[in-house]
């Protein structure tokens, strides 16, 4: 009797167990885990109805990721497609396993936020090979043998158009010697962050009477080391007039190095830094308006998704499986002297921002 | 008549212990985490679409060779009753270390502040970039000897420094995480040589695709080492020196030798793994093994390796990693959530766990 109802007891944890997986299983395209508070969806101008997209992101840790995973998820919903997400919290070769496990299901498309360009150029030779659509959100693959439709910002374009204007205000400032600046570099195995630093030197280069050799503070994308970094950076170069962060994200950190040493200060006040950095978030745009940060570089996210959602489904709707196109957007610097006509067009400062 | 009623009983009893001593076999043997996949296999199924496809039979396979050769490793230390949570780090340390020896270009702007710049590598490529097949080979030994290396380091201070092997590995984990990044600023080390990347790469369909390089290395190590633990006086005294060191120590077993030879297999093993993972993922890379930890001690403890030493084998180290790669991949095909595979994953091991502690409770000292 009693191994009867161990039996009973076992079939039941089992049964349930088993319906509870089911039960998580994910087939109609939700938010998953990226706890975005709005939906921002976007008209892919084709049907996806009965088509299924593999959507891979290597993590959600920023607000820019956090709400460009959203903004793809909620638009393949609002296209009725059958969304497959997988998140491989930064692991890429988690993220190849999960990619394969897509094309064994024979999905119609593919959608990666690849860890780096080089995991970007396996996950595209594997859909090349299976005859399946790619489309690369924000971050370009390292380089351009695989055939994919790249959605990405023009970083070094923006950058350069972000330290313009940063370069004006410090010329205001009439200091008496060179401008000591510093940047913060992201992971430079990414394609995004070299952009960015060759935007600032740019700037940098065609000025060279107007800035002393430039401070480098590696991040890696890390918020730890970043600060950890910064804090070092400032500890032997105490004494610096313009601070350029090649992401928004980092602004938390710069302002626990900072504020200690009463250098975190709006504009127009004593011991003022001019601050710039890349992304557009929520947080830049405040911190804009407040006066803290001088100019911002604005990816437009929605443009992004936009255009790869689009080319992406008209390849699938062409039956075109070696879809190979370049979308570049231009973006902006949003500065204190435009905030009030650019601020509509900048994503972080119209949506409320994601849990990142 | 009452001579068959006395006699009957004692001819009963030992069928009956024979029937419970085959079934504590089972529980304990191979054939268990064998049932356990065919088992799973036929309930999934029907939920994990395209599970029992023959591309989903590649990708299985590719993810299960360096996986498998990492448990291996793994099991040599189990079986001595230790544990060596710096494979992770290896597998971090020797795949770019080796990378950096082949590739074929690397960018000013990205390496030339490195430690090797000048050195082992410059503008124009690695040190051995230029020597075809056997340079390949050749940063292949020097992978897998730099992780030996790691492995050595850890056997003596648990052999000669009597330090705890969680502690020391957990130290040499951490330690050799960081050296990894430090190594190349935390950059992948792309540009390899096409025969490098043939390792981790199917060629052809049907069968074809099945029969990679990496299959052939893996099996080749399953093969030795099934060997060594099974047919050598070395792995007899293995066996001895994780069920109960003193008597084995008594017994002539030079036990410090065999400590530190176990880690140092432990770790080349985790470094030839690293080989067949940075091989298909075409880059060096010093943030491979990060997550790897839970992969390797779930497979070796579901293949019956124990925790406790003294038990395990190869064929289980290899069915064990073989469940765990099925269970990630189904798990991906039935599309759950990320969190939701993590907490699957964690029950798993869990699970398995309690089962060694079941598995000991039935067999004892026997393996």
Known sequence: ?356 | MSTTQKTAPPAAAPESARRVDGLHRFLAGEGFVLALIVVYVLAVSPFANGLLTERNAVNVLSNLWPLAIIVIGQSFVLILGGIDLSQTAVISVANTFGALFIAQTFAPALFSDTVFWGSVIGEEGGALSDAGLGGTVLAIVLTVAAGCLIGLLNGCAVAVLRMPPFMVTLGTMLLFGAVAIWMTRSENVTSLPPEYLAIGSTQGGGVASFLTLSMGVAVVVAIGAHYVLSRTTYGAWLYAAGTNRRTAVVSGVPHTRMVISAYVISAGLAALGSVLYSSRLGAGRPTLGDDMLLDVIGAAIIGGISLFGGKGSVLGAFLGALFFVILSNSLNLMNLPFHVVWVVKGLVIVAAALLDVGRNRLIGGRR
């Open chain 1, 1 to 356: 009797m009693s191994r009867t109802r161990t039996l009973a007891a076992g079939v039941a944890v089992a049964a349930f167990t088993a319906l509870a997986l089911s039960g998580c299983a994910t087939t109609g395209g939700g938010g998953g885990d990226t706890g975005s508070t709005e939906k921002p969806a976007i008209d892919v101008g084709v049907s996806l109805q009965g088509k299924t997209i593999c959507f891979g992101f290597s993590g959600s840790e920023t607000e820019f990721w956090a709400a460009g995973i959203a903004a793809i998820s909620d638009s393949l919903e609002a296209a009725d497609a059958r969304v497959i997400e997988h998140n491989s919290n930064e692991d890429p070769n988690k993220q190849l396993e999960q990619m394969n496990d897509c094309i064994t299901q024979g999905v119609d498309g593919i959608i990666i936020i690849p860890e780096d360009g080089s995991s970007a150029d396996t996950i595209i030779a594997e859909a090349n090979k299976a005859d399946i659509p790619i489309g690369v959100f924000n971050r370009p693959p390292a380089s351009e043998d695989g055939a994919a439709i790249v959605a990405v910002a023009d970083n070094r374009g923006v950058s350069a158009a972000t330290m313009e204007h940063m370069v004006t205000e410090a010329e205001a400032l009439g200091l008496d010697r060179k401008i000591r600046s510093i940047i913060m570099v992201g992971n430079l195995s990414d394609q995004n962050a070299v952009e960015r630093r060759n935007g600032f030197y740019d700037v940098v280069d065609a000025n060279p009477d107007l800035f002393e050799e430039p401070i480098e503070v590696q991040t890696n994308w890390d918020a730890a080391t970043g600060q950890a970094n910064l804090e070092a950076a400032m500890q032997a170069n105490p004494e610096i007039d313009l601070l350029f962060t090649s992401s928004d994200f980092l602004y938390p950190q710069i302002r626990s190095v900072l504020e200690p040493l009463g250098l975190w200060k709006a504009a127009g006040e004593d011991g003022h830094v001019i601050m710039g950095g890349i992304d557009g978030d929520n947080r830049a745009c405040n911190l804009l308006k407040d006066g803290f940060v001088d100019a911002t570089g604005v990816q437009d996210l929605f443009t992004e998704a936009e255009s790869l959602l689009t080319a992406l489904a008209e390849a699938i709707d062409a039956g075109e499986t070696d879809a190979d196109e370049l979308l570049l957007d231009p973006g902006f610097a949003l500065t204190q002297d435009n905030v009030e006509e650019k601020e509509k067009d900048t994503w972080g400062c119209v949506i409320t921002p994601p849990n990142s």
